[in-house]
Structure formats: C-alpha cells, structure tokens
C-alpha cells in the first residue's frame, strides 16, 4: 500500500465526500485515488467534442418511466 501525504489525504478525503463516501476510512482511501484515476483514464479517450445533444438519453420522453411502470404516479 502506498503511503499517502497529509495533504493528499485531505484531498482525497474531500473527493470522497463530495462522492457521498464520507463514512469511508483513511485506509479506503487509496481506493477513491485508484477509482479517480480510472475514471479520468476513461474520460480522457472520450471526445471532447460531444455536445449534449449527442448524449443518448435525450431521446426517452420525460413521461417513459410512467409507461414502463403505470402505477408509480399512483398516490
């Protein structure tokens, strides 16, 4: 494991929370660094110039989730 710096701790411990993790350990926290690293590996091979129109979710109707389960809306 490696040994992680007072002020990367504090880092990493700031990205937890803000990821809703804050009950994690300082021993979990290596886990958040190798997690971020993964996540930017994979944003990095994206194109940069997707515009939010080329996002597939754009094309369900805001009313798709009451079609596929009719009685959530039911109070």
Same mark, same amino acid.
């Given at each position: 494991?490696?040994?992680? +710096? !007072? =002020?990367?701790?504090?880092?990493?411990?700031?990205?937890?929370? +803000?990821?809703?993790? +804050?009950?994690?350990?300082?021993?979990?926290?290596? !886990? =958040?660094?190798?997690?971020?690293?993964? *996540?930017? +590996?994979?944003?990095?091979?994206?194109?940069?110039?997707?515009?939010?129109?080329?996002?597939?979710? %754009?094309?369900?109707?805001? *009313?798709?989730?009451?079609?596929?389960?009719? %009685?959530?809306?039911? !109070?």
């Amino acid at each position: 494991m490696t040994k992680v +710096s !007072d =002020v990367e701790t504090e880092t990493l411990r700031e990205i937890a929370d +803000s990821a809703g993790l +804050s009950k994690l350990s300082d021993a979990n926290l290596p !886990d =958040v660094e190798n997690a971020l690293t993964f *996540a930017q +590996s994979l944003t990095e091979r994206m194109p940069n110039t997707l515009v939010p129109t080329d996002e597939p979710a %754009h094309i369900y109707p805001a *009313a798709y989730p009451a079609l596929v389960h009719p %009685h959530a809306q039911e !109070d």
